[in-house]
């Protein structure tokens, strides 16, 4: 028999009285280990579930969506949480707020004209949710003009699991390229980008396209989803197929094709702004 503690906006705890099945998931950091029942004898629980909206372009031009619950782990959350409500992005027929992109619309990619949008996931940024990484609970904003002129245009509100493109020195040195990806939340400074915690339960978005692309949101260079090497997921078998699951217009991992920039952390940029 299985029972379910609903926490807010879709978040789960999923109590089994079958253990063996626990080591399929990967578990929160903060997420409890066992309990004690009623009769003494030991149960395991779950990891906290997070239900996840998944909307996909078909190779027949049909969209569809569905919903998923996925354990609320980085691997699954970094596809649901970059953007948040009221983003807007360049499209051909001007900038639409992320949450009226629909799949099959077409977004402007840096450098590679407009992509045709294959695929949008939200899910629900909880604030002092139980369990859950404590970042999956805030939102990051930058202020207007806090890059430059017009980046952003207006404020600019992320989800916990955004990044950025940005340009520093000591990025070719260590990657060859003049851009890396970087956490928005690496930029967090009291100032000009600061952490938000909602009041409430918000809404969160994430966009993926044919291949990764930088798209620009409030006139800030943006990356679209990509899960990275497959190698560093961690996932196998059951896991591996939820995971796909969220993803129905591909066949594998690999499908995602070749990241377009590297990722950093703001710290591995530090020995090179030392004066």
């Known amino acids: 028999m299985t029972t379910n503690a609903r926490l807010p906006a879709g978040l789960a705890v999923e109590e089994l009285t079958q253990p063996a099945r626990m080591d399929r998931f990967p578990r929160p950091e903060h997420a409890p280990s066992g309990s004690t029942r009623t009769d003494g004898r030991s149960q395991r629980t779950m990891p906290l579930m997070r239900k996840v909206e998944v909307a996909c372009l078909g190779s027949n031009g049909n969209v569809t969506d569905a919903a998923r619950l996925v354990p609320?782990?980085?691997?699954?959350?970094?596809?649901?949480?970059?953007?948040?409500?009221?983003?807007?992005?360049?499209?051909?027929?001007?900038?639409?707020?992320?949450?009226?992109?629909?799949?099959?619309?077409?977004?402007?990619?840096?450098?590679?004209?407009?992509?045709?949008?294959?695929?949008?996931?939200?899910?629900?940024?909880v604030p002092h949710a139980q369990g859950q990484d404590a970042t999956m609970g805030r939102l990051t904003r930058i202020a207007a003009d806090a890059l430059g002129i017009a980046r952003p245009m207006h404020d600019l509100v992320l989800g916990p699991r955004a990044r950025m493109a940005h340009r520093a020195p000591g990025i070719r040195a260590m990657t060859g390229k003049e851009i890396a990806l970087i956490p928005a939340r690496d930029?967090?400074?009291?100032?000009?980008?600061?952490?938000?915690?909602?009041?409430?339960?918000?809404?969160?978005?994430?966009?993926?396209?044919?291949?990764?692309?930088?798209?620009?949101?409030?006139?800030?260079?943006?990356?679209?989803?990509?899960?990275?090497?497959?190698?560093?997921?961690?996932?196998?078998?059951?896991?591996?197929?939820?995971?796909?699951?969220?993803f129905p217009h591909l066949n594998s991992v690999e499908d995602f094709g070749l990241p377009v920039l590297p990722r950093l952390r703001l710290t591995d940029l530090d020995l090179f702004n030392v004066a």
């Open 72 to 125: 609320a782990v980085p691997v699954f959350e970094d596809a649901f949480s970059a953007f948040a409500r009221g983003t807007l992005l360049q499209t051909d027929r001007g900038l639409v707020a992320i949450e009226d992109l629909w799949p099959g619309d077409q977004v402007r990619s840096v450098g590679n004209g407009f992509q045709t949008l294959l695929w949008r996931g939200s899910t629900m940024i």
């Open 187 to 246: 930029f967090i400074d009291g100032n000009n980008v600061i952490e938000l915690t909602p009041p409430a339960a918000v809404p969160v978005f994430h966009l993926a396209f044919a291949g990764h692309e930088c798209i620009i949101a409030n006139g800030v260079e943006m990356e679209s989803y990509h899960p990275g090497p497959a190698h560093a997921m961690g996932l196998r078998h059951d896991l591996l197929d939820l995971f796909l699951s969220c």
